[in-house]
T-cell receptor
C-alpha cells in the first residue's frame, strides 16, 4: 500500500492564483481530512469528509474548497491564493469512527508571494 | 473550548538522557489523548494514545499517562537516542466531526 500520497511536494504561487492540492489514499478509509501546519500553531483542521459526496468545515475553512467524488481522492482547492495561506498542508485519512488512527501524507509546502 | 498546550522548544539532549515533554489540555467532554511524532520531511505518525483517565500509553520506549486530575499527558522516555530527534505533538479528540486538536509541537534534538 502507498498509504496517503500528496502532490505536489512544493509549490510557489503568486497572490490571486488558483491551484489544487491533490490527496489520495489506497486504504479504503471513509474519512479524510486536510490540515495546515503553521509555526507556533500546530496543525489546524481545514475541511474533512466522512465519505464520498460528504464534506464539512473544520476550524479554518475560509479560502479553501473541497470535494469528495471518490473514496480515494480528496483534493483541496485554493481559488485565489493569499500570502496568509503560506503553510505546510497535510492530508490524512482514517477508518470510520477511528479518528485516532489517522494516517498522514508527507505534506505539501506552499508559498504564496 | 478544546485546546492543547505543550512545552515550548526546542529541546536539546545528549544521548541516553531522560526526556520529558509537558502537555496539558482543556476539553469540554472526555477526550482521548495522543502523542504524534514528525520526523524531518515526513508526515505525522501516531506514537501512543490513551483513551481514558489513568490509562498509560506506551510505544518505542516512550510513555504517557492520562491524568484527569491535572489535565495532563506528559511524554517521557528514560534514555533518548539520536534517532528520536523529531517534532512531537500532543493532541486530543472528542470523536466529534473527526476533529483533532493539536499542540504547537516540541522539537527534540538528541546529540551523540
Amino acid at each position: 500500500n502507498a498509504g496517503v500520497t500528496q502532490t505536489p511536494k512544493f509549490q510557489v504561487l503568486k497572490t490571486g492564483q488558483s491551484m489544487t492540492l491533490q490527496c489520495a489514499q489506497d486504504m479504503n478509509h471513509e474519512y479524510m481530512s486536510w490540515y495546515r501546519q503553521d509555526p507556533g500553531m500546530g496543525l489546524r483542521l481545514i475541511h474533512y469528509s466522512v465519505g464520498a459526496g460528504i464534506t464539512d468545515q473544520g476550524e479554518v475553512p475560509n479560502g479553501y474548497n473541497v470535494s469528495r467524488s471518490t473514496t480515494e481522492d480528496f483534493p483541496l482547492r485554493l481559488l485565489s491564493a493569499a500570502p496568509s495561506q503560506t503553510s505546510v498542508y497535510f492530508c490524512a485519512s482514517n477508518p470510520s469512527g477511528r479518528v485516532y488512527e489517522q494516517y498522514f501524507g508527507p505534506g505539501t509546502r506552499l508559498t504564496v508571494t | 473550548g478544546n485546546s492543547v498546550t505543550q512545552m515550548e522548544g526546542p529541546v536539546t539532549l545528549s544521548e541516553e538522557a531522560f526526556l520529558t515533554i509537558n502537555c496539558t489540555y482543556t476539553a469540554t467532554g472526555y477526550p482521548s489523548l495522543f502523542w504524534y511524532v514528525q520526523y524531518p520531511g515526513e508526515g505525522l505518525q501516531l506514537l501512543l494514545k490513551a483513551t481514558k483517565a489513568d490509562d498509560k500509553g506506551s510505544n518505542k520506549g516512550f510513555e504517557a499517562t492520562y491524568r484527569k486530575e491535572t489535565t495532563s499527558f506528559h511524554l517521557e522516555k528514560g534514555s533518548v537516542q539520536v534517532s528520536d530527534s523529531a517534532v512531537y505533538f500532543c493532541a486530543l479528540t472528542l470523536y466529534t466531526g473527526n476533529q483533532f486538536y493539536f499542540g504547537t509541537g516540541t522539537s527534540l534534538t538528541v546529540i551523540p
